[in-house]
Every structure is written in C-alpha cells, then in structure tokens.
C-alpha cells in the first residue's frame, strides 16, 4: 500500500484527545519543575546528578509535545497549541516559528533528503573536501559521545535558535523574532534564579545550580532527542537521496524510516519518542495514539514495515558503519569510502531515470 492508502486506514488515530494532552503536558512539566527543584535544594550531589538527568529527559518528552504542537496534531485546538508548543519548547531554548520550518516544511516534505535533514550523512567526495579540522570534528559527530555535540550545533544552533538569513526568506515575519525574543528571555530568566539560588543557599554555588540545572539538562536533553532522530533515519537498511526529486520518485514515507523497538516501559516514559513510521504516514496522529497506530500498520504491512528490536551492539554496528554515504550507488561507507551495506535502493522509477 502506498502512503495514501495507510494514511486512510490509520485516520481513525488522528483525532486528538484535549484531555489527554493537557494531562500529560502538565505532568511532564511538572515532572521537570520538580526535578530542576531537586538539583537546586537538595543536598546529597548524587541526588542532585539524578535529578539533572531526569530533567534531562523530561526536556526530551517536552520537546516531543512541542513537536506534535508544531504540527497543529497535540490538540484539537490551533490555539491551544500554538500556546503549549512554545512553552514546552522552552526548556530546550528552542524557536517555535523556526522549528515549523526546519521541521514541518524540510524534514516531513523531504524525509532522508542530503542536507535538509538531521544526520544528513556526506558523500566520500564532500567529507575529503573539508578542512581537517572538520573532517575530526564529523568522525565525532558519527560516535554515541558526539550525539549530542551534533544535535547542538548543527540543528539547534544553526536552524532552531536565532533566525539566520539562510534559515529564513522573509524578516518581516514578526514571529520568527518574538520566539526568539521569548527564548532569551527565559534563558536570561532562568539563569538568574539559578545563581541567585547558588548564592542564597549554604550547600552549594552559582556554578554548581548552573552546570545541574541548566547544563547537564540541555546537553542530556540534546543528546536523547539526537539520538531518537538517529535511530529514525539511520541504518545500514535506510536510503538517502541526492535530491528532492530522486526520493519523490523513490517511494513511500515508510521507507525512509526505522521503527527501533523498545520495551513497553521506555515508550511510557518517553512519549512513544521511538513510535515513528506511523508518524511519518500521517503526521497528524499525536504521540498518544501513535502505538495502536503502528499496530495497524504492522497488519496491513507486515515485514515491508522497516522495524528491529532495540540492542546496544546493534546501536553501535550501525554507528560503525552509517559513516559516510554513495548517493550514486546507494550504498553506507566508511570514512576510506569502503561499503559497509548492501544497496539501500533496489528500484528508481524510470521517469526519474528519464528526468535525471
């Protein structure tokens, strides 16, 4: 079935429960208020560690609400989500208006697309061109320890922060500024309790309430929403293309992308965050439902359903060898340019061979 036809046959999940959302929008806010408290007030360090990474997480499912207002599918409410949407984003210092176009109008139109997309891999070509300092800095990025370096700079701090020129066409839109403006002001905000809490209290300092409350969040946080971006549109198994037309004339959004299967429990404390190909068919279906979403369809699709069960040793084969990519060939390499997969695309419809 193409994706037209399952987007049909999962419609039924794509009507929001305003209920449910509200309820785990404040639980999840909570549950990072009450964490940040702890890596403030508490006096035991390894509590307070605790603490920093739970907020770490709780700024990951956060941005998962965030993504799903973004994409007008959180409530049934545009309103309402436009609202939750900028606040949830908040912890992670993220620009709302930026992120519907880095998003919503690069990553869905143009899934697995070179250079419009997170961990959009280099060709041999392009990876030998750089300077060395560059070429070190990418071989990092293609490790679990530079996960969140890459999230950091080259999404965050290039597309989802500060409206660049080459992020946006038109200046005149007031929103792009007034997010950005709301971002630093909670920053700027936030900070200063921070340290007028490290200076108050008798059991730590301003640079310790910072680094567990501010800092270790943010990088744990990039880190588990780079990581969960990774395993959706990485794998020895996954295609990229060349170009927008290439991957139109390839094929459906199911085939772009991997559902890594977790434990039940994960799925609950995450917000289904590893539940994709289902959002990838209709990007309407907020994360609540995603899973009996993705049960449909498993029985509609069965094995064309690109899935795996999630281990460590597999995480880090695929990490060994989606280093680089032949968009010629269709084909994952190392950084020396040898394959390291078979072909990731078998058929290209004629009309592109034509066209190209």
């Given amino acids: 079935m193409n994706t ?24 999840d806010i909570s549950l990072y208020g009450l964490a940040i408290a702890g890596t403030i007030f508490l006096e035991n360090m390894m509590l307070r560690v605790a603490c920093a990474l739970f907020a770490g997480l709780r700024i990951g499912t956060l941005f998962l609400i965030a993504h799903d207002s973004g994409h007008d599918s959180y409530t049934s409410s545009r309103l309402m989500n436009k609202i939750i949407g900028r606040i949830a984003f908040l912890p992670s210092f993220h620009n709302f208006s930026l992120w519907l176009i880095a998003h919503n109008r690069s990553h869905h139109q143009s899934p697995n697309v070179k250079g419009l997309n997170s961990w959009s891999p280099m060709s041999k070509a392009e990876y030998d061109s750089l300077p060395r300092w560059r070429q070190v800095l990418e071989s990092i990025y293609r490790t679990p ?8 700079i080259e999404r965050w701090w290039k597309d989802k922060f500060y409206p660049y020129n080459r992020v946006v066409e038109n200046h005149k839109n007031l929103s792009y500024w007034s997010d950005f403006a709301l ?17 108050t209290l008798s059991h730590t300092n301003p640079a310790e309430v910072l680094l567990l409350a501010m800092v270790i969040p943010f990088f ?25 037309e290439e991957f139109r004339a390839y094929g459906d959004q199911k085939d772009v992308t991997i559902h890594v299967k977790f434990p039940d429990w994960y799925n609950v404390i995450s917000n289904n965050s590893m539940i994709h190909t289902a959002h990838h068919i209709d990007p309407r279906i907020p994360l609540y439902n995603l899973a009996k979403a993705q049960e449909v369809l ?4 069965g094995d064309d359903i690109i899935n795996m069960d999630f281990s460590l040793f597999r995480f880090m084969d695929t990490m060994k060898n989606c280093k680089l ?3 010629e060939n269709h084909v994952w390499t190392d950084f020396n340019g040898n394959p390291t997969s078979d072909r990731t695309v078998f058929v290209i419809e004629p009309e592109y061979k034509q066209a190209a």
């Avoid at 971002?183 to 200076?199: E, N, P, Q």
């Avoid at 498993?298 to 699709?301: A, G, P, Q, R």
């Fill in 4 to 27: 037209k036809a399952l987007r049909q046959a999962v419609s039924q999940y794509a009507k929001p429960s305003n209920q449910q959302a509200l309820f785990l929008f404040v639980m």
């Fill in 298 to 301: 498993y029985e509609l699709e």
């Fill in 325 to 327: 990519y032949d968009y």
């Fill in 145 to 152: 320890m530079g996960i969140s370096l890459n999230y950091t």
């Fill in 220 to 244: 744990f946080g990039n880190f588990l929403i780079g990581l969960t971006i990774y395993q959706h549109h990485t794998h020895e198994t996954i295609p990229w293309f060349s170009s927008v």
């Fill in 183 to 199: 971002v630093v002001a909670y920053i700027i905000g936030f900070t200063a309790i921070l340290v007028y809490s490290g200076l």
